[in-house]
């Protein structure tokens, strides 16, 4: 499906626009950490439609950038911070460790 923005026709998949929109979220989200917004209050703040917006912003929830939350018949985005690696690698060494033997190692 095709949407009409001014003059110009953008398909409604994965384009370089969606990703610059995916971009300005991030930053957007970014620079306020603390904030829970709306698709139509995220679309006014970064000046973009909100269809696409929220199409974006659900893309971001899957890769586990933003988080989801339904408040009545709202649902709402916040900036999830990524992972530090030392983060990472407590989590890992907390994890149970197969032993060389039971791989099929010698």
Avoid at 4 to 24: K, M, Q, T, W, Y
Avoid at 35 to 43: F, L, N, Q, S, V
């Amino acid at each position: 499906m095709s949407r009409l923005h001014g003059e110009r026709v953008f398909p409604g998949g994965n384009g370089a626009c969606d990703s610059i929109i995916r971009i300005e979220l991030i930053t957007h989200f970014h620079r306020h950490p603390g904030m829970e917004c709306t698709p139509e209050r995220m679309a006014e703040a970064i000046g973009r439609d909100r269809l696409r917006v929220e199409a974006q912003l659900k893309k971001l929830v899957q890769l586990r950038i933003l988080q989801e939350r339904a408040r009545g018949k709202e649902t709402y985005y916040r900036y999830l911070p990524p992972v530090s690696v030392s983060s990472r690698e407590r989590e890992d060494t907390d994890l149970p460790r197969a032993n060389d033997a039971s791989m099929g190692m010698s």
